[in-house]
């Protein structure tokens, strides 16, 4: 059985995809471009060629490996195959919105546990994204300052680093994240007890993040970060 939600002091958050809407926020700006040159895309088959282009070897950063990314999707989109849209993609990342849930749980979820931030994304974008979420995180790590990306267990040992600075270990963390490959598989690996938000659920297939090699059955599962609210907030109320 997962452990009781009290028994964590920290919950340490994936940020794109799990708090913010990166695939609406993909999509919507390649619809401008796609309207601006007389196109029309699907925003599906867009994202299916974002993840081919965003996992191959020679990619960089997030969110500045946009620009590379559109470069290699763009002929395959009908979209003009010009640096300045790949910019454009790249900036767009500065307006992207946290789902309707995201700052109502977080702020929820605050009041009972330490709130750790753990992105992909370079520190410019995760001041963006603070910004939407209402700023609700006690501490945060990027790849800027990790000089590594998920699933590399060495970002989750930046982390594991910073709470044993505090007097506390790893079994005192909760992840939540909607990423199998990136987060789920990895923090089962490490012996971190994990949350999984199933942000498509009501969607076929992985969208804009990469497939797994194997499903991993998280410690809680939910479809949303209002149920995790929810069932902490609960989960609380009875130990009263």
């Known amino acids: 059985m997962a452990r009781g939600f009290s028994e964590f002091k920290y919950m340490t958050f994936d940020v794109v995809g799990t708090l913010i809407d990166f695939e ?32 191959m070897p020679d990619a960089g950063l997030f969110p500045d490996d946009l620009v590379r990314v559109y470069m290699v999707i763009a002929p395959r989109l009908g979209l003009p195959a010009e ?24 702020a929820t979820l605050a009041k009972s546990h330490k709130l750790i931030a753990m992105t992909n994304a370079r520190r410019w974008a995760l001041d963006h994204f603070e910004k939407q979420l ?65 942000r498509r659920h009501a969607q ?18 939910f479809t949303s970060m209002a149920a995790l609210a929810a069932a902490v907030r609960q989960s609380l109320k009875e130990r009263i």
């Open 24 to 55: 609406g926020g993909i999509t919507t700006c390649l619809a401008g471009i796609a309207a601006d040159a007389g196109v029309s895309i699907d925003g599906e088959a867009a994202l299916a060629l974002y993840r081919q282009a965003r996992y």
């Open 83 to 106: 640096e300045k849209y790949g910019v454009r993609l790249r900036d767009s990342a500065s307006l992207w919105t946290g789902f309707l849930d995201s700052a109502a749980a977080l």
């Open 204 to 221: 076929q297939g992985y969208g804009g993040t990469i497939e797994p090699e194997r499903f991993t059955k998280p410690d809680y599962h």
């Open 134 to 198: 209402g700023s609700p995180f006690f501490a945060t790590f990027t790849a800027d300052d990790t000089g590594t990306e998920k699933p590399d267990p060495a970002f989750f040992q930046k982390v594991f680093d910073f709470v044993a600075s505090r007097g506390d270990s790893k079994d005192d963390i909760l992840h939540v994240a909607q990423s199998q490959y990136h987060d789920i598989g990895i923090s089962r690996a490490l012996g971190v007890t994990n949350c999984w938000i199933e």
